[in-house]
C-alpha cells in the first residue's frame, strides 16, 4: 500500500478526509461518515513510511518539536490535501483533507443569495461559522472568488495552512501561510494594513489579539472574512465578546456593533439522493440587531431579529431546515436531529402544514 493509492481512492470515492494511525486500516469520511478500508491494521513503521515522506525538513523539525503540525500537500494530477500530523499513544498519526480544486460558486454549494451579498459588502467584518468540516473553507472560498471576477482589488489572505490556490483575475490575490510567509496570524495583521489591502482573508479567529486586529482592520475600511468554530450567530457574538476580559468587553461590543456586517453560520445534513447540503442561518447587521450587539442583556434576541429579518436576506436554521425539507433536499427525520429544539421544530412544522 503507499499513500498514492490511498489519495487516489479517496478522490475516486468522494471521501471528504483520509484517517491514518497506528493500530488500524486507514479510514475515509464519505458523505459525513467514517468508513473503513479493505486494508489490514497499519504498524508504526508503515505509517511512518506513509507520511513522513511527505513532510519538508521545516515540518519536521517543527513537528519534532510540538508534536503536531499543518500543511499542504499537492499531487500531480490528483488533488491538493491540508494535513495535519499528530501524535497518538506516541505514535505519529494524520487526518488528510481534500480540498475541491475547481472554482466555486454560490449556487453549486446551495447557499442562499445573502452570502453573495456580503461578499459585495465595500468594507467592514462577515464571518463564516461552523464545526469542522461544515464547509466554512468552501464557503469562504466562494466569496474571493466572486470578489476576485467581479472587483478591481488587492485581497490578503493569510492561512493556516493554504488550502485552495487562487488565480489573479480583476483583484491581485497575495496569499501568506502561516510558518512560511509569516510566522502567526498576529504578526501578518500588524503588517497588512501597510500592503494596501482592500480585502483581508484570516483563516481563523483563534485569540484575543487576532481578533482584536480583525476589528481594527475592519474599521479602517477594509473588508474582512474569517471564520470561528461556533455553532450559531448568537453563539458567534458571545464568543468573540468573551475572547476578552470584563474590563475590555464594552469597548469590543462597539467596536463589533461599528465593523460587523454579517454572520453566516453553516451545517451540513445528508442530501436526499446522495452528497451533503448546508443548513445555513444567515444575520444581516440591521440597526435593530447593532442594539442588541451592544447591551448585553438584549444579546439574546438576536435569533428573533434574523427570524423576522427574512426582507435583508436573513433566516435562522429553523427556516433554512423548513426550506430544504420543501425543496425535498433532506428528510424530516435529518432535520429533526438538527433543529435546536426538536419537539420545537416539529410543531412549527405542524403550524405551517407540512405535517399532520
Known amino acids: 500500500m503507499e499513500l498514492t493509492e490511498l489519495l487516489i481512492t ?19 469520511r464519505i458523505h459525513g461518515e467514517l468508513i473503513s478500508t479493505d486494508f ?9 513510511r506513509l507520511l513522513l515522506p511527505l513532510m519538508s525538513e521545516k515540518f519536521k523539525e517543527r513537528f519534532e518539536k510540538k508534536g503536531e503540525v499543518d500543511f499542504a500537500y499537492s499531487l500531480s494530477g490528483v488533488g491538493r490535501f491540508r494535513v495535519n500530523f499528530y501524535l497518538q499513544r506516541g505514535s505519529i498519526a494524520a487526518s488528510l483533507r481534500h ?17 453573495k451579498n456580503l461578499a459585495e459588502e465595500p468594507r467592514g ?21 466572486h470578489i476576485n471576477r ?7 489572505t493569510i492561512e493556516d495552512p ?14 501568506r501561510e502561516l510558518g512560511i510567509d509569516t510566522e502567526t ?92 447540503v448546508p443548513a445555513v442561518e444567515a444575520m444581516v447587521v440591521t440597526a435593530t440587531i447593532r442594539e442588541f450587539i451592544l447591551k448585553p442583556e438584549e444579546t439574546y434576541k438576536i ?22 425539507i420543501q425543496e425535498q433536499k433532506i428528510t424530516l427525520e435529518d432535520a429533526q436531529m438538527m433543529a435546536a429544539n426538536p419537539q420545537d421544530f416539529l410543531l412549527r412544522l405542524k403550524q405551517i402544514g407540512i405535517i399532520f
Not at 104 to 114: C, E, Q, R, S, T
Not at 162 to 173: A, H, N, R, Y
Not at 261 to 272: C, E, T
Open 185 to 276: 496570524y498576529a504578526d501578518a495583521l500588524r503588517h497588512v494594513v501597510r500592503q494596501d489591502p482592500d480585502v483581508i482573508l484570516i483563516g481563523e479567529m483563534r485569540d484575543h489579539e487576532t481578533v482584536r486586529a480583525a476589528l481594527s482592520a475592519a474599521e479602517m475600511g477594509n473588508l474582512v472574512l474569517s471564520t470561528l468554530h461556533t455553532i450559531d450567530v448568537t453563539e458567534t457574538v458571545n464568543r468573540i465578546i468573551d475572547f476578552f476580559p470584563p474590563h475590555q468587553q464594552r469597548q469590543i461590543r462597539i467596536m463589533l456593533a461599528a465593523s460587523l456586517k454579517g454572520v453566516i453560520s453553516l451545517r451540513l445534513l445528508p442530501k436526499i439522493g446522495g452528497g451533503r
Open 99 to 115: 480540498v475541491p480544486t475547481k472554482r466555486p460558486d454560490f449556487a453549486g454549494l446551495n447557499l442562499p443569495p445573502v452570502v
Open 10 to 28: 479517496m478522490v475516486q470515492k468522494g471521501a471528504s478526509d483520509l484517517h491514518i494511525k497506528v493500530g488500524s486500516p486507514p479510514y475515509f
Open 40 to 48: 489490514p491494521p497499519l504498524t508504526e513503521e508503515e505509517v511512518k
Open 150 to 156: 467581479t472587483r478591481r482589488c488587492h485581497i490578503v
Open 125 to 145: 467584518l462577515v464571518l463564516v461559522t461552523g464545526t469542522a468540516g461544515s464547509g466554512k473553507t468552501t464557503t469562504l472560498a466562494a466569496m474571493i472568488d
Open 303 to 324: 435569533k428573533d431579529a434574523i427570524e423576522q429579518g427574512e426582507y435583508y436576506g436573513m433566516q435562522t436554521f429553523e427556516q433554512s431546515l423548513v426550506r430544504l
Open 162 to 175: 493554504i488550502e485552495i490556490l487562487f488565480k489573479d483575475e480583476m483583484s491581485i490575490i497575495s496569499q
